[in-house]
């Protein structure tokens, strides 16, 4: 597995901003009710990550540890800004369903975590990528948790999602249980957001136990008393 | 003659948990039939359904964590707490509701946290408080007393509780419970709204059939502490903090009264809660002493949240969130072991 495959997968399974480091619960938790909010904030929390990260790489031999954090944070917010006046020019009013989470990205633990912890030790290539995975896999978890809840809480899919890909998406809405569905508050609420995120980690947890039992059972046993075999010099 | 070989303790208890489970649930009956008597057999409609869709769940549940079903279905706490969700649920309450709170109580509450002993909130109150932010209209269409004898027919019944058929006139038939009524009381006086509502018509002191249902709860909350199933610790304290602040409060009955303290002893689920799911022995603080400030904690909160909340009645929502704390007073609250000093301030360390 070379460097950016390993990239990848930390930043989509094996570490996992959401899942597994548990960092921007935050946002994970208030703004997933339903598809179209999760959507917003992944994306905007994606390209901030991005950006700082490959920032945070260039200027990672010209500051001084000392002030390394400020630094960092001043990058943060100045892509957070950025990120901000953009979505008030283009996605109105998905920007005032989202509020303060999009200002409160600066504060995203993930995002000065991989700037702290990968982007000044990386090239610039490997951070971007290491940006662009660990934003993703927050993504995805925003997705699902969005679209359990929505499914729940309101039985439909992909409402609102006019608010992001403008008017052409206007009748994606997909009523998943008819349209007389009367929604379980519950899901849409906060508890819904720590029961999904809980059962979602759950998951997660069991999958990994599987893959693991399942290369225990494939490793083959190395039967009792057999010896070592040295071999020297090269094996064309 | 042989000597038997026993050794100590030589008395034991006779209490186990299916005894003292089905105690509980003896003790459950008076209030029952206070129920059934005034609000029609709604009630006892509940109770079944959540009986059958609670031991389904938990046998399930039990399957799946590979236990011995057997053995934990006939622990009956699994029946108590489909008693005490029963008992809370509106009368005829549709069964798709019944199904979903018995779900959370069962299965999220309890057997995800790794079942009976484990749970660290009282499983009928999660079910409750679940289904009431989720479906507030559901939830909140009581039968208005005797609705039984003006003619709510049993046909009439079953079809809301499975067809979701509202009843031909549904206004008709529900109505407000007394502590609706004081919390929205369109600014009229105390006295005014005990002669006009029809809540409180023929009356004494908490509103028609809501007082004899929690004087049952009360008979059944004696029985259960002459039995010596719980302490009087929690109860007693948290009655009498829900009085004391009630009759502080009570300014002699003018518009913005919050009611009298009769009124907030004997209408809705107080005297359910103090002896039923307050005296809960998984979820409460241990100690006596805890046990005190744990009651008064839930009385409190139950008159704060009645008083000046969003809710008319509280006592879920005032136990769980003392659920939370039970952990925390128990560490303040150690009691002193044989022999050992207690060091003013500090919890002694093991």
């Known amino acids: ?236 | 003659m042989a000597l038997l070989k026993i050794t100590s303790p030589h008395v034991h208890g006779t209490n186990s948990t299916s005894r003292v489970m089905a105690k509980v649930a003896l003790a459950c009956a008076p209030g029952i039939m206070a129920l059934t008597l005034w609000f029609g057999f709604g009630s006892l409609c509940n109770i079944i359904l959540c009986i059958g869709f609670c031991l389904s769940f938990e046998a399930i549940a039990l399957k799946l964590r590979q236990r011995d079903v057997r053995f934990f279905l006939s622990d009956f706490s699994a029946v108590v707490t489909a008693l005490l969700l029963g008992i809370a649920l509106p009368p005829f309450a549709p069964w798709w509701l019944i199904a979903i709170g018995s779900f959370f109580s069962i299965v999220v509450a309890k057997q995800l946290y790794g079942g009976l002993g484990f749970n660290p909130f009282n499983p009928a109150m999660v079910g409750y408080v679940v289904l009431l932010i989720s479906f507030p209209v559901e939830m909140t269409t009581w039968l208005p007393a005797m609705a039984n004898s003006q003619g709510l027919g049993t046909i009439e019944g079953l079809a809301q509780v499975f067809a979701g058929h509202a009843f031909t006139s549904l206004d008709a038939y529900t109505g407000a419970t007394p502590l609706d009524i004081v919390k929205q009381n369109s600014s009229a006086v105390l006295s005014d709204l005990y002669q006009q509502q029809s809540v409180f018509k023929n009356s004494h002191f908490a509103g028609t059939g809501w007082e004899w249902v929690n004087l049952a709860f009360l008979g059944g909350g004696i029985y259960l502490l002459w039995r010596k199933i719980f302490t009087w610790h929690a109860p007693i304290s948290m009655l009498g903090t829900l009085a004391v602040l009630s009759a502080l409060f009570y300014d002699g009955g003018s518009s913005s009264s919050p009611g009298s303290p009769l009124l907030h002893l004997f209408s809705g689920g107080t005297m359910l809660g103090a002896f039923f799911i307050v005296t809960d022995p998984v979820t409460s603080a241990v100690s006596n002493k805890g046990r005190v400030v744990y009651g008064i904690g839930i009385g409190a909160l139950v008159f704060v949240i009645r008083a000046w909340g969003n809710y008319p009645d509280a006592i879920a929502f005032s136990v769980l969130l003392m659920n939370f704390a039970a952990p925390f007073i128990d560490y303040y609250t150690q009691p002193r072991t044989y022999g050992h000093v207690k060091k003013p301030g500090k919890p002694s360390q093991k």
């Open chain 1, 1 to 236: 597995m070379n460097q950016y495959q390993e990239i990848s997968l930390n930043g989509i399974w094996k570490n996992n901003p959401a899942l597994v480091q548990l960092l921007g619960l935050c946002p994970l938790l208030a703004v997933t009710g339903s598809f179209v909010n999760a959507m917003g904030l992944g994306l905007a929390t994606m390209v901030v990550l991005i950006g700082s990260n490959v920032s945070v790489s260039i200027i990672r031999n010209a500051v001084s540890d000392a002030i390394k954090l400020p630094a960092f944070v001043m990058i943060i917010a100045s892509f957070t800004t950025c990120t901000e006046l953009l979505m008030q020019a283009f996605t109105y009013e998905l920007y005032q369903i989202l509020g303060i989470f999009i200002p409160l990205i600066v504060t995203n633990c993930s995002i000065l975590g991989r700037a702290d912890a990968f982007a000044s030790k990386n090239k610039i290539l490997p951070s971007a990528l290491d940006g662009f995975m660990m934003g993703l896999g927050f993504l995805l978890v925003l997705l699902l948790i969005g679209g359990i809840r929505e499914i729940i809480g309101n039985g439909t899919l992909f409402a609102n999602m006019h608010l992001l890909f403008g008017e052409a998406a206007k009748n994606w809405t997909l009523h998943i249980f008819g349209e007389q569905y009367k929604g379980f508050l519950v899901a849409v609420l906060p508890p819904g957001a720590f029961l999904v995120a809980g059962l979602l980690i759950a998951l997660k947890n069991i999958t990994d136990a599987k893959i693991q039992q399942r290369l225990a059972q494939n490793k083959v046993k190395v039967a009792k008393g057999s010896k070592r075999v040295r071999t020297t010099g090269q094996i064309a």
